[in-house]
């Protein structure tokens, strides 16, 4: 071999070897920036999300707080008088609130009143099962409907086995919130 010869491959193998190093180092850099990146874009996916759902569980609880603290309601769980039913809880009412069930439970864990509602057709459909077997059962530790004061409020997801729903659960309350 011709010391030109010897010269080109030791020049070739140098820059090769510079270039895989070149290649190893830069990629490590890449690829961890990218991977930071793509963790940061994530943990931001998920506040957003986790935002978005603790705003929806808030506007959830709002939205029937007027009819946990008022005279008629705390009457109704009371005497279950078929007025309050017939004027309050029409499918137009329903439909306007968005509910898809509604359940009034006394003190002593007995259901009231409940119907379910279907919003697409606005026609009226029995709670599920599981549901009020939930409610019935009220089993050690379940806070679904434990209420320490007059202003704890139970809200949030609950899964049954036909799927999750939003649920919320207040005392009920006369309109001077007593």
Known sequence: MKLRQKTLLIISVTLTGLMA???AASSAILLGSIRNAEKQEAMQSVKGVRSLLVQTQEDFRDRFSDWSAWDDTYTFIQDANKTYIESNLVPEQLAALRINLILYVNTAGQIVYGTGFDLKNQVYKP??????DRILRRTRGDRLLQHTDLTTKQTGILVLPDGPIWITSQPILTSKAE
């Open 127 to 132: 709670v599920p099962k599981a549901l009020r």
């Open 21 to 23: 190093a070149f290649y």
